[in-house]
């Protein structure tokens, strides 16, 4: 499939912040919904936050308001504000644009590391 690309992880201590990037083919990202997923070794891909083409958005438990998600359509580009940031939130995150539920595309991923 199609690769999305996704930027801006890093090592940073607990109660900093970081943003993600994640760059999207235009064609793709003007008919998807756009989401942001973390996956901790060992663990399960979970969904951290999503946002539709109208723009809504929606929220993990564990990240709501600590984290932003928003989408630049002028830029074809979807960000994460990371806010608070917490051990636990140490994951590789992923980009993912959604057109169908058959249809999807997702980045190689990006390290956020939180240290205590």
């Known amino acids: 499939q199609v690769q999305l690309v996704e930027s801006g992880g890093g090592l940073v201590q607990a109660g900093g912040s970081l943003r993600l990037s994640c760059a999207v083919p235009?064609?793709?990202?003007?008919?998807?919904?756009m989401g942001w997923y973390r996956q901790a070794p060992g663990q399960q891909r979970e969904l951290v936050a999503s946002?539709?083409?109208?723009?809504?958005?929606n929220y993990a438990d564990s990240v709501k308001g600590r984290f932003t998600i928003s989408r630049d359509n002028a830029k074809n580009t979807v960000y994460l504000h990371l806010n608070n940031l917490k051990p636990e939130d140490t994951a590789v995150y992923y980009c993912?644009?959604?057109?169908?539920?058959?249809?999807?595309?997702w980045g190689q991923g990006t390290q956020v590391t939180v240290s205590s």
């Open positions: 993912n644009a959604r057109v169908y539920l058959w249809e999807a595309y």
């Open positions: 235009g064609n793709i990202f003007s008919r998807s919904a």
């Open positions: 946002i539709t083409i109208a723009g809504n958005t």
